[in-house]
């Protein structure tokens, strides 16, 4: 049974940062495309950053934002710097089975989200 658990968000001010983390369980950790989503109130989900064979970022975090994984904790890190208003959403983790482009891929698991908070 895959399981996703997040953690890590929080409230913080304009320039902060934060990491938040993602606990997997129940697949093959490295075959998967893994990724970090948001969604704001009254707004779309959108994709924030995935990683597979490559990385890949939505142009709004470039250079903000840092994905990665640990293997041997089963575990994926989404830091980020320089937080902006804007970035205030519920961020969730989401697996899928590899393929080409991890950041276009049609997710499958998720977790249930933690919620970021950036004030000006």
Known sequence: QVQLVESGGGSVQAGGS????CSASGFTYGSYCMGWFRQAPGKER??????????DYADS??????ISQDNAKNTLYLQMNSLKPEDT???YCAAVRRGPVCFTRE??????GTQVTVSS
């Open 18 to 21: 934060l990491r938040l983390s």
């Open 46 to 55: 959108e994709g924030v950053a995935t990683l597979g064979f490559s990385t």
């Open 61 to 66: 975090v470039k250079g903000r934002f840092t």
């Open 89 to 91: 959403a519920m961020y």
């Open 107 to 112: 997710y499958n698991y998720w977790g249930q």
